[in-house]
């Protein structure tokens, strides 16, 4: 069974799966210096306060009862790594896909798909327009293994917004997003207008509110 949870405090260990806690976008760039925090409460602490003022910056993915993967997911001003990157955004509310993780014995599920869906409802949940996440070209996968792979994002319909030779700028289109479900929606609609005895049933939208439409039988249902 699976289940999506939000990142709490609480569940700030479960990021961990089969691998180290990873605080490579929380912190700054140490430049030699000794860090002596430990990454559970550097992580702790980020979740609170970016929860305090945005929401939970992510979810976390369970299978049959155990932490399976993460989705990490903040606006840029709650990324301080970012500054450390030639293709960060200018705008700070710009909202940032900053990595998802998936356990070993989990590759190969399609959990990374569904944690970026979620991602996308997440973002639709406070009304923004597109996610940006900085990926990293094959030479840099290895030396930031915190770092999303641009192949990956391509697959799952992120497009370039500022080419750089290793770490470009990647971007989901919401907008195009919810055009193509509402699309292929219509679609169906089409088709069962023209089946007797159709009925009407609540048509779902991005604001989560609902309505019936006379000779429709299908409402567009969740991104992804």
């Given amino acids: 069974m699976r289940d999506?949870?939000?990142?709490?405090v609480d569940r700030v260990a479960d990021l961990a799966g089969d691998s180290a806690l990873c605080t490579f976008w929380q912190t700054v760039p140490s430049n030699g210096s000794l860090v002596t925090r430990e990454p559970q409460d550097i992580l702790a602490e980020w979740v609170r306060d970016v929860t305090a003022e945005w929401g939970p910056p992510g979810r976390i993915a369970y299978v049959d009862g155990r932490p399976a993967g993460s989705m990490l997911l903040a606006p840029a001003r709650y990324v301080p790594r970012l500054a450390a990157f030639p293709t960060a955004p200018a705008d700070p509310s710009t909202l940032m896909l900053i990595t998802v993780r998936?356990?070993?014995?989990?590759?190969?599920?399609?959990?990374?798909?569904?944690?970026?869906?979620?991602?996308?409802?997440?973002?639709?949940?406070?009304?923004?327009?597109?996610i940006d996440v900085i990926a990293a070209r094959p030479a840099a996968v290895r030396k930031h293994?915190?770092?999303?792979?641009?192949?990956?994002?391509?697959?799952?319909?992120?497009?370039?917004?500022?080419?750089?030779?290793v770490y470009?700028?990647?971007?989901?289109?919401?907008?195009?997003?919810?055009?193509?479900?509402?699309?292929?929606?219509?679609?169906?609609?089409?088709?069962?207008?023209?089946?007797p005895g159709?009925?009407?049933?609540?048509?779902?939208?991005?604001?989560?509110?609902?309505?019936?439409?006379?000779?429709?039988?299908?409402g567009p249902g969740e991104p992804g």
């Fill in 4 to 8: 999506l949870q939000p990142l709490t």
């Fill in 102 to 130: 998936v356990n070993g014995d989990m590759q190969g599920h399609g959990l990374r798909k569904v944690l970026v869906q979620a991602a996308v409802k997440e973002a639709l949940r406070h009304r923004v327009r597109s």
């Fill in 145 to 165: 293994p915190c770092v999303l792979e641009a192949a990956f994002l391509e697959q799952v319909g992120f497009r370039v917004a500022r080419e750089h030779p």
């Fill in 168 to 195: 470009p700028r990647l971007r989901l289109d919401l907008r195009t997003v919810v055009t193509v479900r509402d699309e292929v929606t219509a679609a169906v609609r089409r088709v069962l207008a023209k089946v």
């Fill in 198 to 218: 159709v009925r009407p049933v609540p048509e779902t939208h991005p604001d989560g509110a609902t309505r019936a439409r006379v000779g429709q039988s299908l």
